[in-house]
């Protein structure tokens, strides 16, 4: 007999709730198999299972029918012994729940776990998806401390916004630069924006600019000098607020993006493009100053940008929200973002307008 003669044979794990749960029938054949061996009689196996001996009858001959292969024989006289094929069935079924059952109690250990944390009051914590920024990197640890954890993901500008937009997070972070390159990018952001129901948040004013190897030994000041042959740069992701800039610096400039080197090259954040910098895998990419400084690299400026939180209205009423507005606010996290090169502070946790000319 092939394993396709046994129609529709699988294993599966399911739970029960209680001290005798009901079972499906595959296990209470398995149970009344083993009675029968042990008993050798089917109307006794069938007493102490708790079912009726027609029934036992029914359900053996089912079982018959789905193994294609007999699971008793019969002897006038002598009981009812299994036939080689059930005794295999019993002894297979107890090796692998013996083999099973550390991973399944663990696995019900979890899953009481979890359910007892899901019934449980707790501390709401923010969700924070945000485009990459050093002085935003400063709240966790500064709201930890004041008993009000958040959880802080780094994303770009617009993928942080879409995750906004779509309940994800409570708050997202996102840059825009000033001037004629911020009214444009500004549009792309203008979708995922809903002035009456939601508030703009003012975190740090920031500076960007080209960071370069140390003493800029390729000597790069503008942009155009990123179409050198012997320049290799650093992109950031797609949707990014940083990539959004660059593509409109290099349209503004008629560049095309073939023509630098590594356009196509990206890292997720400031400071992992500074640290290839750094380690000479890279010769430029575009980043906030704090960063390049971070890494004792060069830096070219080239425009200053503001960097918003946005959440939804309502949530200014939560105790979370109302200890991140008053951290913003603070002279102490102020200082510290002060410190970071090319960061200005001032407005800090202060509401804006939503409009961008």
Not at 75 to 84: D, M, Q
Request: aromatic content about 6%; proline content about 6%.
């Amino acid at each position: 007999m092939s394993m396709n003669d046994i129609k529709g044979l699988s294993l599966a794990c399911n739970w029960t709730f209680g001290i005798a749960p009901v079972q499906p029938e595959e296990a209470r054949l398995l149970g009344l198999l083993e009675r029968i061996r042990r008993t050798g009689s089917i109307a006794s196996a069938a007493r102490e299972a708790g079912i009726s001996y027609r029934n036992a009858w029914g359900m053996l001959a089912r079982w018959e029918a789905n193994f294609g292969h007999p699971l008793l024989i019969p002897a006038r006289g002598l009981g009812t012994r299994l036939t080689p094929f059930a005794i295999r069935l019993l002894d297979l079924d107890a090796q692998i729940r013996e083999m099973l059952a550390p991973q399944l109690a663990a696995a019900a250990e979890q899953m009481a776990r979890g359910l007892a944390e899901a019934a449980t009051p707790a501390r709401a914590v923010p969700r924070i998806h945000a485009s990459h920024d050093l002085a935003l990197a400063l709240l966790p640890a500064r709201m930890a401390k004041q008993g009000q954890p958040v959880d802080l993901q780094f994303h770009g500008s617009l993928e942080s916004l879409a995750s906004f937009a779509e309940g994800r997070c409570e708050i997202a972070g996102f840059h825009c630069p000033e001037g004629a390159v911020g009214a444009t990018l500004w549009q792309q952001y203008k979708p995922y924006l809903r002035p009456r129901q939601q508030v703009l948040i003012r975190l740090a004013k920031r500076t960007q600019g080209i960071m370069v190897a140390p003493g800029n030994p390729k000597k790069l000041r503008g942009i155009r000098d990123l179409t050198k042959p012997n320049v290799r740069f650093l992109n950031r992701q797609s949707g990014a607020g940083t990539r959004l800039l660059f593509d409109w610096l290099l349209r503004e400039n008629g560049i095309a993006a073939r023509t630098i080197a590594g356009y196509g090259d990206v890292e997720l954040t400031h400071s992992a493009v500074a640290a290839m910098i750094a380690s000479g895998h890279a010769d430029a990419g575009l980043g906030v100053e704090a960063a390049a400084r971070q890494f004792d690299l060069g830096f070219v400026p080239l425009l200053k940008e503001d960097y918003f939180l946005v959440t939804r209205r309502e949530l200014l009423r939560q105790p979370a929200l109302e200890s991140l507005l008053a951290l913003l606010k603070g002279n102490a996290l102020r200082r510290a973002v002060r410190a970071l090169p090319g960061y200005d502070p001032a407005g800090s946790g202060t509401e804006v307008p939503f409009s961008r000319d």
